[in-house]
């Protein structure tokens, strides 16, 4: 099949989070399985100076905005080690900035006309270029309207290139919808007529999401659980009705993880690289040199437990942050890394503080200790209230860093709680917990410390959750079949 895919973010070239990993990954894993794949995305400033080499295509795309017409062109890249092009939409205006959605934590004022740019760009893009996609996957928002302008504007025109193309929508995170105020309409192009709750329009307001989901022939989400979730009033952020209408065509999919960047046997930036059958001492030396490097004292005895995410609500800060006196009173390690909201970092900070011989907070953005500390980990702390995949507790995973979950979305579909039953039966990977308290949370984490203090229960524990398989081959060949089902979709449109 020739997939298009469209990402605000890819990695290496932009990132805020799971989104660019996914896109990454993803068509790395298609291409491996013979389909033939592109990359469309934003040409923001660092995405041209990430170091990939880039070439021009001397495609120029016109795009009506509102009354104007902007004149744009697509340059093209690949991702490292591999020939999947990378399409960059480049308009100087709206890309050549510091920000990829906002700077210093807010949003650009003209991300509407911004990404309703990408997006027009793209289809315009996609006539001229040398690659007809058969499949149009669309990721999150900044890539919702995709849908509605096949059907709205580009399938009825004659001779048209998209009359067979299908579309897939998947979504990483339902609350970000993509919400602009009403008056942004005409910016889009779409005659008022649409904008209804059937079509465009949510709650009086523009949203790029919700018309991605009316108008895809196919929606997916990263997990199971979070594919339930969203239909649920409390989980579906005012979209569940139109959620649970489309119920027959909304899937579920675990991401994968890249093992060639996420993998202890080949990482570079451990200490001391390990497999399954070598944990024990490596993991011992990475947690070693991150002690010595975090200041922390330099003991292979107490238990270190990790998180690193986002400061962000979703990820349960303030049950971390109201649990952390009562666990740092316990024998135990905790290291943290993650960047955002002022209020989450000056707690942390002031803990840190309080507590230097057994927490150390790194407010920072890093790779490479990301890396280090799920290396050096016993324990992984991730107690999100909702979590539509999660990549670290993954990660955890393959590092044999036992996953300390909330079970929620993707967390509940890929960490197994040790029970006497689980634990006997080989199934265990982690401990999960349900309350969003930090009771729940600190009676986890104590679990979790018996469990690491009996050697069996913590070898059965590690050596299962290395041994699963969560790399994006598996993810790809759901997708793969998720794209055949969408063709065939295309033949009777669900839309009346
Ligand atoms: P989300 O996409 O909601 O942020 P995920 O768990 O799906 O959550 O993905 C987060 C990604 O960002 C992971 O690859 C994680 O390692 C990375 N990450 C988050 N915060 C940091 C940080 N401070 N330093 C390094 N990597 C981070």
Known sequence: MKVLLLSAEVEPFAKTGGLADVAAS?????????HEVAIMMPGYRRALYAGRPIRETGVRVRVPIGHR???????????????????LIDYAPYFDR?????????????NCERFVFFQRAALEGIRML??????????????GLVPAYLEEVYRPQPGSVFRQVSTVMTIHNLAYQGSFWHLDMPLTGFDWSLFTPDRLEAYGRLNFLKAGLVYADLISTVSPTYAREIQAPEGGRGLDGLLRARQADLYGIVNGIDVTVWNPAIDPHLTARYTVKTWP?????????????AGLPERADVPLMAAISRLDPQKGWDLVVDAAGELLRRDLQIVILGTGEPRYEMALQQLAQEYPDNLRVYLEFSQPLAHQLEAAADLFLMPSLYEPCGLNQLYSLAYGTVPVVRATGGLADTVVDATDETL??????????????AKALIR???????????SDARSRLVSTGMHADWTWHRSAEQYARLY???RLRRAGSHLS
């Not at 510091?98 to 003209?110: K, L």
């Not at 040398?130 to 890539?143: A, S, V, Y």
Request: negative net charge; contains cysteine.
């Open 26 to 34: 993803l068509p790395q894993a298609l291409n491996d399985l013979g």
């Open 444 to 454: 986890a984490v104590d679990r979790a410390l018996a469990l690491y203090a009996d």
């Open 424 to 437: 006997q039966n080989q199934t265990a990977t982690g401990v999960s917990f349900t309350d969003p308290t």
């Open 281 to 293: 001492a490596g993991k011992a030396a990475n947690k070693a040199s991150l002690q010595r490097l």
């Open 484 to 486: 055949e089902t969408a």
């Open 69 to 87: 017409t902007l004149e744009g062109r697509i340059l093209v890249s690949s991702l490292p080690g591999s020939d999947v092009p990378v399409y």
């Open 98 to 110: 510091t920000g990829i959605y906002g700077a210093e934590g807010v949003d650009y004022p003209d």
């Open 130 to 143: 040398n690659f007809q996609p058969e499949i149009i996957h669309c990721n999150d928002w900044e890539t």
